[in-house]
């Protein structure tokens, strides 16, 4: 069974988030420009994207990317955004 891509979303790298997904089982790509989410989502298995809250054009990419998307708030914490992405993705490889 294949790992859950998900492609991060962010103003600046690294990401302490991309570390915890990537403990809790999911594949994880970073990505600060709109350019980079679509590239990445044509070459690479991405199920989907999760952005931070303080992207300016998150809403826009959220609705051109076809995919599953969770638009973070600044309150969200690595533990729910974890258990809101095995809630999408139960049948993944993921650690709990």
Known sequence: M???GIIYVATRQPSQLTEELTRAGFQVWEALAESEVLH???TEDIDALVIAHDVPWRKRIAADSGRVCVLLEPTTTPKELVWELVQLF???ETVQ
Do not use: G
């Open 2 to 4: 294949r790992q859950t």
């Open 40 to 42: 990445l989502c044509a």
């Open 90 to 92: 139960p049948s993944r």
